[in-house]
């Protein structure tokens, strides 16, 4: 009676089991010279790709981490101000366009840098302590609808951005995207600030007094524009906005004095204006155009200060300062100050 070999595989021969083994030998020896050109020429799988030996996986771009919140939070900003209501030219409607604009922006400069779009698409996880200033990424309209929200509130979401641990994750960008991130942060600060919760910031401190004094001509310059302005609005309103801004101004001017120690130049008699100044119009106008430079002076400054913490949180502190001065005199609010 022939045995019964049902489900047991033919015993395979000399011949085709060489053949076997030289085809799986192909196939191992396949794989390895195609991870091995792949690599050779810097691909990188996605994060969710197969894994082949030898390949190596995508490595997140710096800041990654940040940037990614960073844009979870403008989308969750934009929420939380277009549910507030309020007139079409309000602040709160005007924050949900900064906001919508500033997380396109993101994702663009995400793709940019090589971020896949499954790692775009995919829910932001709970952030660390550090990464923006915040523990949670729990979008910040849950407070509406219940009652309490209100400009106040969207001030305290506006807010949760900043701190020390903001400027450390800011720090740690890739260097070129460190203007963009940085002008947000400002735009959160000057939010924050012209709906009622003024941000606190850090003493700033750092170690090279030469930077500061870079900053110094500017802040100058546009004290002496404000002394004009000063003068040239006699009475009412405007006045008083004026010896306001001018203060700011002259306690910044201050502050980058003292920072920049002995590298610190005399300052000038007197500075160029762009136009001749003799009406409160002409005043006005000088305000408008001065700030407007300002915001770009600073602004430009942020990619100066490398991985320096203090330098950097100094800089994103005036840049919002400007923002808010800026808007008190009228000028539209950016989704990026100074550089847009």
Known sequence: ??????????????????????????????????????????????????????????????GESFLLLLRQHCTDLA???????????????????????????LETELQRLGVPRTVLDAPVATATPGATGTTSTAPATTATGSGAAGPATLAASEATDLGPSAISALARVVPGTVPLAGSVLAQRAAAATLLGQPATWPDPTWSEPSLAASYLDSTRAAAY???VVAAQSPEG????????????????????????????????LGYPLPFTVTTPATARALAVRVLTDL??????????AGGDVGPLGAVVQWLADTEVLASRWGVALAPFPGLT
């Open 225 to 227: 524009a404000f002394e």
């Open 237 to 268: 309103a405007q006045h008083t906005l004026a010896l306001t801004t001018l203060g700011t101004l002259r306690a910044r001017a201050s502050q980058q004095e003292s920072l920049a120690g002995d590298a610190a130049t005399p300052p000038a």
């Open 295 to 304: 915001r770009a002076a600073v602004a430009r400054e942020l990619g100066s």
């Open 79 to 105: 929420a939380e101000a277009q549910a507030l209501g309020g007139p079409a030219k309000g602040l709160p409607a005007r924050l949900a366009v900064l906001h919508r604009q500033q997380a396109a922006v």
């Open 1 to 62: 009676m022939p045995e019964d070999r049902t489900g047991v595989p033919p015993f395979p021969t000399r011949h085709l089991t060489r053949r076997t083994v030289l085809g799986a030998g192909l196939q191992v020896g396949g794989a390895a010279v195609l991870a091995a050109s792949l690599a050779g020429c810097g691909i990188r799988l996605e994060d969710d790709a197969p894994r082949l030996p030898g390949l190596p996986t995508r490595q997140p771009v710096a």
